[in-house]
Structures are given as C-alpha cells and as structure tokens.
DNA sequence: AAACAATTGACCAAATTGGTCGACACGTGT
DNA sequence: ACACGTGTCGACCAATTTGGTCAATTGTTT
C-alpha cells in the first residue's frame, strides 16, 4: 500500500519536497518552520500534517528519500569505462548536471546531512550512509589509472587538489546563478568552460 | 568620548563579541537570536540592549568591528615583498592563522556578510566594502611575478584553481578541527602539511 | 444521496521574539 | 550615615511564531 502522499499528483509532490527541503536546508531541522514550508509548497497547512503527521517524520522521509535518489539517480549512473581521471570527471559532472536539473533543492540538503555529525543517528541509516560514503570514493577511485600522474608529486595530494578545484568552480558557477532557475540555464557554455579547467588540471598533474 | 561598552573590561567584551558573531554568522540576521547572545556571552539580558540599545544597532556594531579587524588586523598585515605567488601565499597564511586565533568568531560572519547580496547597504558602507574588495586582490596580485607561471597554461585559470584548492584545504583543516579551540592547536604541523600542498601547487604551475 | 477522501485555514497552548524596567549591588564623595 | 551614579540582572511585556489539531467544506465514488 502506498502512502497518502505518494498518491498525489508528482507534480504537487514536487512543489512540496522540494519546499521542504529547501527550508530544512537553509535552516537546519530546529529552526525550519513548517509554516514556510506549506506557504512555499502553496498548500493548507493541514495537508502536511496530513501527509507526513508530523515535523520529525517529514524530515525522516527526505532523508530517506534523498538517499534514494542519491544512489539511483546520481551515483549508480556513473559509468566506470574511463581509467582517466579527468575524462572521468567530465562524466560524473554531466550526470551530476542531470541530477541538478531533476532535484534542484536536494543536493544543500544532502550536503548539510553529511556535514553534521552522523554518529547520533539510528544504525539503518548509518549503513546506508556508509555505504554511499564507499560508492562515492569508488566513483572517484576506482579503476583510476595513477600511474598517468606526475612522479615528483604525491597523487594524493594531486587527487585532494582535483577535487577542490572542482568543488571551488562548483561554488563560483552557484553564485554566478544563484538567481536562476538551473532547468533554464544554457548549460553547454558552462560545460565547455568546466572542461577548460579540467583540462588546466590534467595539463598541470599529468606526466 | 567612548560608549558604555568599550568601558568594559576586554574580556567580558570579548564574550560578547564573540558569542554574537557566532549567532549572526549561523542563523543571520533575523533568525539570530538576541537571547542566544546573552547566554552565550553570560550576561544578563538587560545589559545587551544597555551596551547596544537595539538588535540592529548591535549587527551595525559588528558589520563596523568586523571592517576593521579586517582591514587593521589582516589585510594591512601581509607584506608584499615576496613577488613568488606561493611565498606570498605562505605569508597570507600566517596572517590569516594570526587573525583567526585573535577574532575566531570573525572570520564566518565576515563571509556571511560579503555573501550576501551587498547592494542593498548604505553607500557609507559599500565604500568600505569596495575598499576591501581591492586590498584583496591586490594582496594576491600586486607585484606578483606571473611570469614564473608555465606558458602553456592561463595563468587566470591557474590563480582560480589555486584559491580553490587552498579553500578547499582551509575547509579540511576546519572540519577536523571543528570542536578545539583553535588558539590551542599546535598550528605548526598544520603550517609543515599547508606548505606542502602549497608546493605541489608551485611544481606543477611553474615552468 | 450517502459515504468517503482531500483540503483548508482558523485556532490552540506553548515557546520565543526584541525590548523594558524595577530592584539591587557597589563604589565614591559628603 | 546618606545620597548619587553606574552597572547588572532577570522577571516581565506584548507580539509573533511554533508544531500541531479539527470542524467545516469541497470533490470524488459508489
């Protein structure tokens, strides 16, 4: 049996978790109001209780449901074919693109789980977070052909500053439209773009 | 003449300073929390609006304390005598671990402040801020010799991606230091590990 | 038309908000 | 001894907000 709000038009789901996950995002749990989240969704506040019965089960239920959608819409989508690490790159951030597009208020949320202290929560989720901790070094690591890398420098020094590089682009991209809606955006240019630098880092780290 | 507050004893200033910085710097301005304040610094609620009269005279009091440090206690402290890019980073470094032992509160309310949207404050202040803004990159660029740079690379690019990875180290250091008290680290292993990224930076971007 | 599901927003007690103020402690001068 | 001024606290204020409820209303099925 499905639950009351698995039931509602996607649509209407769509406006509400991603309300949702916006306020919890930008606030943390204790400060999130629910008030704002059901003027944001455009709905009665007696829809959400409806649905979700309460504050704590709502946020359980995008936990889970970000999980979700973290291991099947963006992780288990990469392909592992590339033993080159930049070319690798390329792939994860197209489909980091798509998850962007499809989830635009998921991945703050995520990310503001994963930096809080994940120790205090129950083991069942703490598996699940163990194991996409596994997956994401996997999709960065595995397969990954070192040996392409410049002697005279350690590759895991090399591989840390990859990945702030590609975070600090990240970062300038969100500002750059951080009033934009991500669906509208021209991404081809900021692909092009994005490859430059990882071009930059490929000139730089490799042999 | 001075305010009732810079008559109190720096220590107990402090406390406030800090204990509201850190609120501001978490919740921003609205959801802060002037009760949070007085708790944290522990002193009796009357005092806050003794010192400050107001909530918004008091984020004033920060925005103006926080311009200042800055300017007096960070940006006027690097010296460019260095034209090596790298030696010059390692000078900044110095500074800023001066700067965050001294004001530990500072530094993320600064950023919240610089982050958000900065048109909408008087002219007074947005002067100040452009001000900054300048000393900034001309803390990262006056004198810098480019020229050591590989020819075969954008040196813009490759000064982008050199902020990016020392922020992206920056951010490490924070996360497994975020519940010490930082003027009890023993800074000078971390300086021994930031230099040597420092120095991959500079093998792998110079000819 | 009767039963049922979905939906709303006024409403609730409890908590929190920025801010006030009377009480009081601690000098210091008289 | 008294008064005066400066700090200091926290109980208190009205106003707002909190998570959550529920009677009433509107659709939808049967």
């Given at each position: 049996m499905t639950t009351k709000f698995e039931n509602v038009e996607v649509e209407k789901q769509k406006n509400i978790l991603n309300a949702a996950l916006k306020e919890f995002a930008e606030k943390g749990y204790e400060q999130a109001s629910t008030n704002q989240i059901v003027k944001d969704a455009g709905i009665g506040k007696g829809m959400l209780f409806y649905y979700f019965t309460s504050k704590k089960k709502l946020y359980s239920y995008l936990v889970d449901y970000c999980i979700d959608i973290l291991?099947?819409?963006y992780l288990e989508r990469v392909d592992y074919s590339h033993t080159d690490l930049f070319e690798r790159l390329k792939v994860i951030s197209k489909v980091?693109?798509?998850?962007?597009?499809k989830y635009p208020e998921a991945i703050n949320f995520i990310s503001a789980l994963f930096l809080k202290n994940p120790d205090q929560l129950e083991s069942e989720l703490n598996k699940k977070f163990q194991a996409i901790q596994e997956k994401w070094t996997a999709v960065l690591y595995e397969d990954i052909d070192f040996s392409l890398f410049r002697d005279d420098i350690d590759s895991v020094k090399a591989l840390e500053v990859?990945?702030?590089?590609?975070h600090g682009?990240?970062?300038?991209?969100?500002?750059?439209?951080c009033d934009q809606v991500i669906s509208e955006i021209d991404y081809e240019i900021y692909f092009e773009e994005f490859y430059e630098y990882v071009d930059v880092l490929k000139t730089v780290f490799y042999k």
């Open positions: 291991e099947k819409e980091k693109w798509g998850f962007l597009v990859v990945q702030w590089s590609i682009y990240e970062e300038s991209l969100k500002r750059r439209f």
